[in-house]
Each structure stands twice: as structure tokens, then as C-alpha cells.
């Protein structure tokens, strides 16, 4: 069973793999797999959110006075409002609970005893809560990327915030050490400079973007962590962003560069399952401050404070979830990259409790979906849901 990230199409997901040469692999020989877009997202009753007015100001990312709090509100239940429009039972029963049970119901349509498991990001959430809801089922689980909810929510943000701010450091040093522009399009240049130039000017007058309305500094910054995700191809599209943008064209800015994900469907997921870290004028300006303290580059704009930000006053109750251990499940194996923008490496050992004799798998690299970027880890992970033999703990893959 393959899944996605929150707000991702498993699907798609699975034709990506298939195009990296998913089909030809010994996982793919010895298994069916099956790939669930769950619901509300991808092609299983996606959300038909109507668009908000074109002549609305978006409502901004780091309001700054009781107007601007206002605003994100009173924007967050119009789009509650507007993807309620055609079923607004689904909008109520989003929480991981109930799209747990949708996996199981999966399982006995397929006729399997058990299903193995393979997931992104906030599947090992959604795959620890299988293994918890409906005990033996689960035959094996392999987590890339996880997210981990066992951790306090401003914990687990700041944890994001640092963690993008190093990924983009990275990101700017490769970039100004490449050897000709054809390796990086800002190659010899300080790029970190670069890009707070450009979204200081993009803060004073947002700059033009072909597909939608001008992008302030915080849309750019806010973009920066997609294209961080994984380095080639992205790290060098990053940079010829940057360089389209100051020449004042921010049209890349707007491009989603995880295709298989789409942004209104993870933050509804966001809102489904966890209740708001802050409700006030107050506690956002609290957090902006730690916001721009941990990261002074991106501002601290990461999916994180979107999906923050993004669910105060959200009209739905969010439905909490038990994190406790769930000592009756198999040990699963957890694939870390060092180094990831959205997934900071800590969280795959906080999650990887909840699941005891559990094994984490790290690479020394920027990537997620490590199965398309790492013969190591792909070869760790086939091993492991094939014959349910575990890597050696502690093993670092360097590919």
C-alpha cells in the first residue's frame, strides 16, 4: 500500500515512481502495489474549492495588527465555506481516524490478510494509527520522511523552521560554488544576498507573476521550502527562480513543485487533525517573532505556519488522536535524510518510538522519497518489505 504525503495523490505519486523505474524492481516483482488517494485529495473526492474573488486581498501570512488578524479569519471560512459548498459531511470527517478506516476497508476489498506499507511524511501518522486501530493487519511499514506528532506543536514547528533555514543555506553555498551557471543559474554569486534583496523589494512592491497576482516577499519565502524538497532538479530550478524573479518575473514562485500535492487539500488534512496552537492577535505575533528569529532568511514561512496560520478560526472541530506507543505492532523501518527541508531528521526518531524494535535508516543527503534517489535505501527498503529483514541500526547511506 503506497501512500502520500498529507494533501497528496498517492497515484500520481505511483507514476513518478514508475517513470524513476519503480516497474522493472524487485519490490515491484514481488508485490502488488496499490496506491490510495485518500479522501478528500487526488482523485478520490478531491475538494472542488471555488476560487475567492479576484479582486480579494489575499489575506496575509504574518499579520501584524488586529485588521490583518481579521482578514486570515475571515479568509480561512470563506475557503471553509467554499469547499463545504458541495459536501460538507466530508469537510466533518477528514481526521486521521476516520481515513484509517478507509485503509482497512481497502484491505478486506482487496482480500488480504495483511498489508505491507509504504508511506510519506505524515503516512507514518496515518500508518501508526492502522497499526493501533486495527491490531495484526499491518504486516510491515516502511516511513520516508516521517512527521512526527509525538512532540509539542510549537516544538515540532520551530523544528521545521530551523530545519528549512539549513536546507536553504545549503542550498545557497552548493549553488554559489558551482563552477558555471549551467551547474546553478546564480553560480559565483552570493545567493543568500540574492534572495533578500529580492524579497525585501518584493516587500515593498510585490512583483509580477504571470498566473496570478503580484507576490509579496512572504509568497516567495513561503515557495522557498517546495524547491528545497529535493536538489536535483530543484535546487538549480530554485536558483533560475531567483534570477527570473529579480529580473521581475516571479511566475516560478507559483508553480507547485511537488506535482502530485495539492496545497488547498493539505491544509483541510491540517485542520482536520490538529487543534489550533494559537487563537489570537497575540500568540501569532509570539510566533512570528520566534518565526523570524530561527529562520532570518525564509521568515519561518514553512507548510507548517501556512497550515498554522491557515486554521484559525476554522468553522470544523479538529479530532485529536491517541500517541501513545503501539507496543502490538511490527517494528517498522524509517527512512531519514540528514539534511531534509520539510521533514527535520529528529522527527523520524520521535515517530519511530511509537512503534517499539523500529529501525532508522539515515542518509547523508536533501531528499525525500528516498526509494527514487538512494540504491542503499532502496535496496534497505526492498530487503525490508520483502523478507522483513531490517538494516543494521545506526546504518548511514552516503549515495
Same mark, same amino acid.
Given at each position: 500500500?503506497?501512500?502520500?504525503?498529507?494533501?497528496?495523490?498517492?497515484?500520481?505519486?505511483?507514476?513518478?515512481?514508475?517513470?524513476?523505474?519503480?516497474?522493472?524492481?524487485?519490490?515491484?516483482?514481488?508485490?502488488?502495489?496499490?496506491?490510495?488517494?485518500?479522501?478528500?485529495?487526488?482523485?478520490?473526492?478531491?475538494?472542488?474549492?471555488?476560487?475567492?474573488?479576484?479582486?480579494?486581498?489575499?489575506?496575509?501570512?504574518?499579520?501584524?495588527?488586529?485588521?490583518?488578524?481579521?482578514?486570515?479569519?475571515?479568509?480561512?471560512?470563506?475557503?471553509?465555506?467554499?469547499?463545504?459548498?458541495?459536501?460538507?459531511?466530508?469537510?466533518?470527517?477528514?481526521?486521521?481516524?476516520?481515513?484509517?478506516?478507509?485503509?482497512?476497508?481497502?484491505?478486506?476489498?482487496?482480500?488480504?490478510?495483511?498489508?505491507?506499507?509504504?508511506?510519506?511524511?505524515?503516512?507514518?501518522?496515518?500508518?501508526?494509527?492502522?497499526?493501533?486501530?486495527?491490531?495484526?493487519?499491518?504486516?510491515?511499514?516502511?516511513?520516508?520522511?516521517?512527521?512526527?506528532?509525538?512532540?509539542?506543536?510549537?516544538?515540532?514547528?520551530?523544528?521545521?523552521?530551523?530545519?528549512?533555514?539549513?536546507?536553504?543555506?545549503?542550498?545557497?553555498?552548493?549553488?554559489?560554488?558551482?563552477?558555471? +551557471?549551467? #551547474?546553478?543559474?546564480? =553560480?559565483?554569486? &552570493?545567493?543568500? !544576498?540574492?534572495? %533578500?534583496? /529580492?524579497?525585501?523589494?518584493?516587500?515593498?512592491?510585490?512583483?509580477?507573476?504571470?498566473?496570478?497576482?503580484?507576490?509579496?516577499?512572504?509568497?516567495?519565502?513561503?515557495?522557498?521550502?517546495?524547491?528545497?524538497?529535493?536538489?536535483?532538479?530543484?535546487?538549480?530550478?530554485?536558483?533560475?527562480?531567483?534570477?527570473?524573479?529579480?529580473?521581475?518575473?516571479?511566475?516560478?514562485?507559483?508553480?507547485?513543485?511537488?506535482?502530485?500535492?495539492?496545497? +488547498?487539500? #493539505?491544509?483541510?488534512? =491540517?485542520?482536520? &487533525?490538529?487543534? !489550533?496552537?494559537? %487563537?489570537? /492577535?497575540?500568540?501569532?505575533?509570539?510566533?512570528?517573532?520566534?518565526?523570524?528569529?530561527?529562520?532570518?532568511?525564509?521568515?519561518?514561512?514553512?507548510?507548517?505556519?501556512?497550515?498554522?496560520?491557515?486554521?484559525?478560526?476554522?468553522?470544523?472541530?479538529?479530532?485529536?488522536?491517541?500517541?501513545?506507543?503501539?507496543?502490538?505492532?511490527?517494528?517498522?523501518?524509517?527512512?531519514?535524510?540528514?539534511?531534509?527541508?520539510?521533514?527535520?531528521?529528529?522527527?523520524?526518531?520521535?515517530?519511530?518510538?511509537?512503534?517499539?524494535?523500529?529501525?532508522?535508516?539515515?542518509?547523508?543527503?536533501?531528499?525525500?522519497?528516498?526509494?527514487?534517489?538512494?540504491?542503499?535505501?532502496?535496496?534497505?527498503?526492498?530487503?525490508?518489505?520483502?523478507?522483513?529483514?531490517?538494516?543494521?541500526?545506526?546504518?548511514?547511506?552516503?549515495?
Amino acid at each position: 500500500m503506497l501512500n502520500d504525503v498529507a494533501g497528496g495523490s498517492s497515484i500520481e505519486q505511483l507514476r513518478f515512481g514508475l517513470s524513476f523505474g519503480l516497474a522493472p524492481s524487485e519490490l515491484a516483482r514481488r508485490f502488488d502495489i496499490v496506491a490510495l488517494d485518500l479522501r478528500g485529495t487526488g482523485h478520490s473526492d478531491p475538494f472542488t474549492c471555488s476560487k475567492p474573488n479576484a479582486d480579494s486581498p489575499a489575506a496575509p501570512l504574518f499579520p501584524t495588527d488586529q485588521t490583518e488578524f481579521d482578514a486570515v479569519v475571515a479568509a480561512n471560512r470563506s475557503l471553509a465555506s467554499r469547499c463545504a459548498a458541495e459536501n460538507s459531511a466530508l469537510l466533518s470527517n477528514l481526521d486521521t481516524t476516520s481515513v484509517v478506516r478507509d485503509v482497512e476497508a481497502v484491505r478486506r476489498g482487496l482480500g488480504q490478510a495483511q498489508i505491507s506499507w509504504y508511506g510519506i511524511g505524515y503516512s507514518a501518522r496515518l500508518g501508526t494509527a492502522y497499526a493501533r486501530l486495527f491490531p495484526g493487519q499491518l504486516r510491515a511499514m516502511v516511513n520516508d520522511s516521517a512527521t512526527d506528532t509525538t512532540t509539542a506543536p510549537v516544538e515540532r514547528l520551530a523544528a521545521e523552521m530551523t530545519t528549512a533555514e539549513e536546507s536553504f543555506n545549503r542550498f545557497t553555498r552548493w549553488c554559489g560554488s558551482q563552477p558555471s +551557471v549551467a #551547474a546553478c543559474p546564480l =553560480a559565483g554569486r &552570493d545567493v543568500a !544576498a540574492d534572495f %533578500d534583496r /529580492l524579497t525585501a523589494a518584493a516587500d515593498k512592491a510585490p512583483i509580477p507573476a504571470h498566473t496570478q497576482r503580484a507576490l509579496t516577499g512572504d509568497d516567495i519565502r513561503a515557495a522557498a521550502q517546495d524547491y528545497l524538497n529535493i536538489q536535483q532538479p530543484q535546487w538549480p530550478a530554485f536558483a533560475a527562480a531567483i534570477r527570473s524573479a529579480l529580473g521581475g518575473d516571479a511566475t516560478a514562485f507559483t508553480i507547485t513543485q511537488d506535482k502530485t500535492l495539492n496545497l +488547498v487539500e #493539505a491544509r483541510v488534512q =491540517a485542520c482536520a &487533525d490538529n487543534p !489550533a496552537v494559537v %487563537d489570537d /492577535l497575540a500568540g501569532v505575533r509570539e510566533l512570528s517573532t520566534m518565526a523570524h528569529r530561527l529562520s532570518p532568511h525564509l521568515g519561518g514561512a514553512v507548510a507548517g505556519w501556512r497550515h498554522l496560520i491557515g486554521c484559525i478560526g476554522w468553522p470544523v472541530a479538529s479530532k485529536s488522536m491517541e500517541q501513545t506507543p503501539v507496543p502490538s505492532a511490527p517494528p517498522a523501518l524509517f527512512l531519514a535524510s540528514v539534511h531534509q527541508s520539510s521533514t527535520p531528521y529528529s522527527w523520524s526518531f520521535g515517530a519511530a518510538r511509537q512503534l517499539p524494535g523500529s529501525v532508522i535508516l539515515s542518509r547523508d543527503a536533501d531528499d525525500y522519497s528516498m526509494f527514487l534517489f538512494s540504491h542503499c535505501a532502496r535496496t534497505a527498503m526492498t530487503e525490508f518489505l520483502t523478507d522483513l529483514v531490517p538494516p543494521p541500526h545506526g546504518q548511514i547511506c552516503t549515495d
